[in-house]
Structures are given as C-alpha cells and as structure tokens.
C-alpha cells in the first residue's frame, strides 16, 4: 500500500488525552472479546525456539529477529511474528475444555514490513484461540464468530463515542461475507488489493473469506498465508472502509485452524512438507492437539480506525524513517 497523507486532517484530541483513549479501548475492549468469546487472559512468550516450529512463518519470506542465549548454546531464539501456533499448545498443555479459550498481548517484531498509514515493524494484537470440535469445523461456525467479534467491536464504538463524543470515527452497522473467488469472478482484470479496496467501499465492513489457496482465474492465491495454521478453506480477514484516508484497513486475521488432513495438503501445496518433522506439527499430525479457532485483532489499528487517526504512528510508539515522521506531521499528525 502507498502513503496517503490526509488533506485538511485536524485530529480532535491531543496526544496526552489520545494515550487515554487508548487505555481506555484496550482495557474495555479486551473485557467485552473475553466475555463474547469465552476466552481467559494468560501470558504468552515474547520469543520460541526457532527449533520448535512454533513461530508463525507469515508468508514465508520474512525474516524474524533472531539471537542467541548464554544459558542456551547452540539455540537460536526468534521473536515471534505471532503466536497462531503457540495458543493451539497452550490450550493443550493448560487443560482448557470444549469451547474455552484464551486471549493475549501479542507483541511481535516483523523488521521486513513496508511501512504505510496502518503498517509499523511492531506488532500489537490481542491474540486469542478457542476450542471446537472437529464438527464444528465449519463456515458456519466461522461465520458466527466474525459476528461476534463484530460486535464486540461496535460495543466498544459505542462506549468510545460516549467518553470521546466528536472524537469517534462511526462504523457500519453489519458485515458482509464474500469469498476470495468471488472477489476475482467479480473484478477479474483488478489486482486482489484493488478488489478488496472495491468491495469494502461498496459494503463499508466486509469479512473475506477462503485466503490462501489458489485462485480459479490467475493460478495465484488472493494473498499468501502460512499452511500450517489457518485451514485455507476456513479463514479470513475483516475489513473496514476507512472514510478519513478513503481507503480500506484491515482488523482481524482469524480462521478455523488446519486438522491433520488439511495440513498434509497445505504443506504439499505450499512446497513446506519438511514442516511436517517440527515437534508442533507432529502432534498435530499425531492428534495430539485440540480443533480450534482463532485469529488476532490488532490493537493500535482498533484505536487508529475508532479514533479517526490518519496515522498507526498515532497509536503506538515504533520507529519510523525521518522524512515519513516530518511529512505526516506537516499533515497534523502527532506521532507518539
């Protein structure tokens, strides 16, 4: 995505109230998904062995910062991209039931990200993982979730526009499903950014369902998507229309995890069947690991897209080139 620098941008609230808002979203929201959902907040790991397999791969190019330990020789040390593995073992090992879940800050590094309005080297989202059964995986069951994290996120809207009024960018009022192979059946001749820009401007919050997989069309995937996580059939991205930068942000990455046959034939497709011998995916493969669903929902993104910010910077305190921090500052943008 390029650069959109905001024409007549005159933000309502000053950086000290801003780190309020944000306080306030976070604490509030992350009780409103915990309740909806049925999730317990527990710690997570900030870094994995690279010898695990638990770090998430993301598309499988990006590079993850990575060091070594005095106590550890010979052990190399990732931190995380994100945990989408990690939360499957931890409701393993922590005895969690039939339809619990938990949820986590995740805070992550990815050094090898362009950097744009909605896109920073640090990651921040509430990353969070239920149990199912193997029945339960469904679009169906995918489908109710996405509506409840929907309104979650309305809820909290709502008490945002109450604390904050004036100072609140409003959202729709539902979501719409649609699938990646319609998207392409729709606008063949567009690029996959330039179907997702036309799909949520039209529809305002759209759910994009069925990412990873190859497309009818082109032969190529929407968008790439590490095979060992989300099941390619039963996963998505929520996407809001965001009026202020007249453009599309994305909130949510989630998806119904892969069973042991989805993630044979994910590893084949995507040319990773070596994954299989990592001790995360031997249990999978073995049935030792429960069915679930889950996904992240980026925090700073919440509070830049409630907030009506033309920035993440805004949001969250990272690094950023000179020239990028002086050109949204002329803009009005106070970078944190």
Known sequence: MTQIIPKDYHPTLSVRDTEAAIVFIREHFQAILSESLNLQ????????EKSTGLNDNLNGIERPVAFDMLAKPGATIEVVHSLAKWKRLALKRYGFGMHEGLYTNMN????????????????DQWDWEKIITKEERTEATLKATVEEIFAAIKQIEHEVTKRYP???YHLPDKVT????????????????DERE????KKEKAVFLMKIGDKLKRSGKPHDGRAPDYDDWQLNGDLLFWYEPLDTRMEISSMGIRVSEESLRDQLAKAGCEDRASLPFHQMLLKGDLPYTIGGGIGQSRLCMLLLGKAHIGEVQASVWPEEMVKIYEAAGARFL
Do not use: C, K
Request: hydrophobic share 35%; charged share 30%.
């Open 108 to 123: 992550a590094i990815r050094r090898d990200e362009e950097l744009d309005n909605f896109h920073s080297i640090y990651v």
């Open 166 to 168: 004036g100072s609140t």
């Open 177 to 192: 499903f649609v699938t990646s192979q319609e998207l392409e059946d729709r606008w063949p001749d567009l690029t996959p």
């Open 41 to 48: 907040r527990m710690s997570a790991p900030m870094f994995v």
């Open 197 to 200: 820009r036309e799909i949520t």
